[in-house]
């Protein structure tokens, strides 16, 4: 069974650069989340949907940031224009509310880690 | 206050020790725990979830969950160095399905 897919793996870029990181959750699962990890902060959501929809964008840190969930297996976290703060593993994440599946587990993909120069 | 607070760590125990760790959480509302464990450099795993006040034993492990003192906590019996890793504790809330997590704490196990 595939789990959370995530592309790139790596990704270097020079600042100001714009960036789009991809992501295709568990299949059969209806909720999806980015997170950002870095050592001072930790790891922060940045925005999740449910059913495709975003419901709740406010770990978004500011308008250079933007996520889209066209359909249940493909979503994108795209930063324009990129700044050397934007530094980060960026981790995408699914789960289920219904269904014989543990209910809101998270299930994490291997990340991408974004360096920005 | 944070919604999710653990002791950072490094929390350091010999091999086949029990280690303890400890998680509170702020939103009263919350009804779902997870435990998270993370070596370095992968993303976060499941551990365990608990949703009841209690224990609840899964091998090596137990969750521990007191909905009256917002605490949960987690122990590992007979400690490897394997376990060695952050551990992530995390509960839904907001009453959606947003979970928020924990800083996370560190465990060494040591030979």
């Known amino acids: 069974d595939a789990g959370v897919i995530q592309s790139p793996r790596h990704e270097v870029t020079e600042m100001g650069q714009e960036v789009t990181l991809r992501c295709k959750p568990i299949s059969g699962h209806n909720s999806l989340f980015w997170y950002r990890q870095t050592m001072m902060r ?3 959501l940045l925005i999740y949907f449910n059913n495709n929809v975003p419901i709740d964008d406010s770990g978004m840190p500011e308008d250079r940031f933007s996520a889209k969930m066209p359909n249940a297996s493909f ?6 224009p990129s700044e050397p703060r934007d530094s980060a593993v960026y981790f995408c994440a699914s789960s289920s509310r219904a269904g014989a599946q543990i209910r809101d ?3 994490f993909g291997p990340g991408t880690r974004l360096t920005v120069l | 206050q944070k919604e999710v ?3 950072s760590g490094p929390l350091s125990v010999p091999e086949g020790a029990i280690a303890s760790l400890n998680c509170t959480y ?5 009804q779902s725990f997870f435990w998270y ?3 370095s450099g992968k993303s976060p795993e499941l551990i365990m979830f608990i949703y009841s006040n209690g224990d609840k034993e899964d091998g090596r492990f137990t969750a521990q969950l007191n909905k ?3 605490y949960v906590s987690l122990l590992i019996r007979d400690s490897q160095p394997s376990d060695s890793a952050t551990y992530l504790c995390a509960a ?3 009453g959606g399905n947003k979970l928020t997590f924990g800083t996370g704490t560190q465990l060494k196990v040591e030979l």
């Open chain 1, 42 to 44: 930790g790891l922060e």
């Open chain 1, 75 to 80: 979503s994108t976290l795209k930063i324009q």
């Open chain 1, 105 to 107: 587990t998270q299930y």
């Open chain 2, 5 to 7: 607070e653990q002791n």
């Open chain 2, 26 to 30: 702020s939103d009263r509302g919350s």
């Open chain 2, 37 to 39: 464990r993370q070596y």
């Open chain 2, 68 to 70: 009256a003192s917002q």
């Open chain 2, 92 to 94: 839904i809330t907001g």
